[in-house]
């Protein structure tokens, strides 16, 4: 998969090339990106989706990321009562 993967990153990098100059393109570019990339990964277990999720939005809107972002495989300390109410509070919101 990693070569798929790979591929997934050079043709995105190509559009982006390609489309960013242009706002309509670019917002196409964006949600054609996510589409392929959501096609490509729904029988796929791996950080391949999340990590190419962050790539066309730092593309896209240059998001930066927060270094608490950056590690991964750091974990966190935030006890199990707390990660509820963070559970509640975003299904809250999005619901």
Do not use: H
């Amino acid at each position: 998969m990693m070569m798929v993967e790979n591929q997934f990153y050079m043709s995105l990098f190509d559009d982006y090339l390609i489309n960013s100059t242009d706002p309509e393109k670019k917002i196409m570019w964006k949600l054609n990106s996510i589409i392929r990339l959501m096609n490509m990964t729904k029988d796929y277990e791996s950080d391949f989706c999340e990590n190419a999720l962050r790539m066309i939005m730092i593309l896209y809107d240059e998001f930066e990321f927060e270094p608490w972002e950056l590690d991964n495989n750091k974990p966190t300390d935030i006890p199990e009562n707390d990660k509820t109410m963070f559970v509640q509070m975003l299904f809250d919101e999005v619901c």
